[in-house]
T-cell receptor, first 115, second 114 residues
Framework: AQSVSQHNHHVILSEAASLELGCNYS??????LFWYVQYPGQHLQLLLK??????LVKGIKGFEAEFIKSKFSFNLRKPSVQWSDTAEYFC?????????????FGRGTSLIVHP | SQTIHQWPATLVQPVGSPLSLECTVE??????LYWYRQAAGRGLQLLFY??????ISSEVPQNLSASRPQDRQFILSSKKLLLSDSGFYLC?????????????FGPGTRLTVT
């Protein structure tokens, strides 16, 4: 079974700082990759996704993520965070083979951005 | 557009009482449906998923069960709640198919078992 590891459980930044949240997975086959975000009091929602093609994908609100297949990683980045980026971020991996396409989620990273 | 509803939003139940949480999806047909439990610092734990009416797969043995009586309705149940069933329960849907579809989540139900 695949697993997803998010290395940073809690991140605290000041506004305008750069952000990088790590996500590694263990699965040898082809995968789809997702980052979801949960703002305080709101639904969990998709931030960005990778299916194929350009490994650098851009999402909403200035976020981007890079898929590095050789490192089994899909790190989330934002050059300059805002107070409104305070949220919980989840990485998810969905295999495309092996009979189960059900995504596996990481434990999440809580991001607090101080104004 | 598609929407997903969950109710109730919050629930406080005594140990040993039954449970029924409901999830309905509008604006799509034949969705895959999922029940998750979210615990602080532990991410999302998949409890059940369904690819069609009456088809339920359980991921974790536990005190809960799920049913899908209609195409866009997914119910999470328990006959007798345990203290450990407390948590935040999320319903989600995705387009039916293999893999490549993102999930859409409901607002969740906060369950407290006392």
């Amino acid at each position: 079974a695949q697993s997803v590891s998010q290395h940073n459980h809690h991140v605290i930044l000041s506004e305008a700082a750069s952000l990088e949240l790590g996500c590694n997975y263990s699965y040898g086959g082809t995968v789809n990759l997702f980052w979801y975000v949960q703002y305080p009091g709101q639904h969990l929602q998709l931030l960005l996704k990778y299916f194929s093609g350009d490994p650098l994908v851009k999402g909403i609100k200035g976020f981007e993520a890079e898929f590095i297949k050789s490192k089994f990683s899909f790190n989330l980045r934002k050059p300059s965070v805002q107070w409104s980026d305070t949220a919980e971020y989840f990485c998810a991996v969905s295999p495309l083979s092996g009979g189960s396409y059900i995504p596996t989620f990481g434990r999440g990273t809580s991001l607090i951005v101080h104004p | 557009s598609q929407t997903i509803h969950q109710w109730p939003a919050t629930l406080v139940q005594p140990v040993g009482s039954p449970l029924s949480l409901e999830c309905t999806v509008e604006g799509t047909s034949n969705p895959n449906l999922y029940w998750y439990r979210q615990a602080a610092g532990r991410g999302l734990q998949l409890l059940f998923y369904s690819v069609g009416i009456g088809q339920i797969s359980s991921e974790v043995p536990q005190n809960l069960s799920a049913s899908r009586p209609q195409d866009r309705q997914f119910i999470l149940s328990s006959k007798k709640l345990l203290l450990s069933d407390s948590g935040f329960y999320l319903c989600a849907w995705s387009s039916r198919g293999r893999g490549i579809y993102e999930q859409y989540f409901g607002p969740g139900t906060r369950l407290t078992v006392t």
